[in-house]
């Protein structure tokens, strides 16, 4: 594991966030959201997938083999944690490694506001975080069970792709299974979950329907449940939730969502214009009474003007917040304009910098 122990080496000291391993390519890493090839030759089909294998235990190389891909954790001594997946193509194997931060994040050094901690402090209902892959999710979902564990008695349950972060017990007993090793799939964890007494459950991905259903079944009857869906809204989240459903049950989920809804956070994370950070950019919708009403009568459509004058109970549009990002002079014009909703609002700002030859 010379070679890789190296590479990853090389990832932390460049504060790369992802490594990749592949065939007919050299190793490159992405760093402020960009990839970057590392100088070294390409590797051949042959040394990417010892490379990949090397890591691996029997049982993960077997399931590789078996199903094509594998997703899967990975401790490196004197290096920290790594999030892995690997895969088969048509050139042979590949993989991508993803640094975990040392150390669970808090809500705080996240630079999250106080709004997600008051959600939190629900004992029941549905939160969601969303956002593309590579957007901190995992990091922020590890942050909020964290939160849980500090601040009150309760039992978590986690079910995660891998698991990144493992919690010690603070005040609460936190519970995590890995799919593939603890479990076949998310639905049969959650199904296992309701049997073990859990004031909390946390998932990793919701990835279909059934998962969907048991995760708002467990939210109405009396547990807090968080997971995540990558989706770029607020807005969208909600929709794409009741778009799971056949159209002849949508009606009656609009109802069962809209009671237990507490709360989306969609994040975004931004190259920051000193050239070494990644700044976030959040939107955050509340479950409030007109929100409850907009679901039940399908005008999802109007959740953005919920949100603009929702700002008094912690709500937040996302170029709102990459607006404050900017004013703050963290981010780009520019990167602005990538990153929003509504980039003509960002528009003549960044042609602006571009004009006067700001970066």
Do not use: W
Not at 214 to 239: M, P
């Amino acid at each position: 594991m010379a070679t890789l122990h190296k590479l990853f080496k090389a990832a932390i000291d460049y504060k790369a966030s992802d490594i990749h391993v592949a065939p007919g390519e050299p190793f490159m890493i992405r760093r402020m959201g960009r990839l970057q090839k590392l100088k070294a030759s390409p590797l051949t089909a042959e040394q990417s997938s010892s490379l990949i294998f090397e890591v691996l235990n029997r049982e993960q190389q077997a399931r590789l083999e078996a199903e094509q891909q594998l997703d899967f954790a990975l401790d490196v001594e004197n290096l920290g944690r790594f999030r892995g997946s690997a895969m088969y193509h048509n050139n042979g194997i590949s993989a991508a490694f993803r640094v975990i931060p040392a150390g669970i994040p808090t809500l705080d050094s996240l630079g999250m506001p106080d709004t997600i901690k008051r959600v939190l402090d629900n004992h029941q209902g549905l939160i969601l975080v969303t956002g593309a892959t590579g957007h901190g999710k995992s990091t922020t979902l590890a942050a909020m069970v964290d939160y849980i564990n500090s601040t009150r008695s309760h039992h978590v349950l986690t079910v995660e792709d891998p698991i990144e972060f493992v919690h010690p017990i603070k005040k609460s007993v936190v519970n995590q299974r890995e799919l593939g090793r603890d479990t076949g799939s998310y639905a049969n964890a959650l199904k296992g979950a309701l049997r073990q007494d859990p004031d909390v459950i946390v998932i990793g991905e919701l990835r279909d329907l059934e998962t969907i259903s048991l995760a708002i079944s467990a939210s109405e009857t009396g547990h807090l449940v968080i997971g995540t869906l990558s989706t770029s809204s607020a807005a969208k989240t909600i929709d794409r939730i009741i778009d799971s459903y056949p159209p002849n049950e949508q009606s009656q989920i609009r109802a069962t969502l809209s009671e237990s809804f507490k709360a989306v956070i969609t994040q975004r994370l931004i190259p920051g214009k000193d050239g070494k950070s990644m700044e976030m950019a959040l939107e955050i919708l509340i479950g409030t009474l007109p929100l409850t009403n907009l679901i039940k009568d399908a005008k999802t459509f109007q959740i953005p003007s919920i949100m603009q004058t929702g700002r008094a109970v912690g709500m937040m549009m996302m170029d709102d917040s990459i607006m404050g990002l900017l004013n703050a002079g963290k981010i780009t014009a520019a990167e602005a304009c990538a990153n929003a909703l509504n980039p003509g609002r960002f528009q003549p700002l960044a042609e602006r910098e571009s004009a006067n030859g700001d970066h």
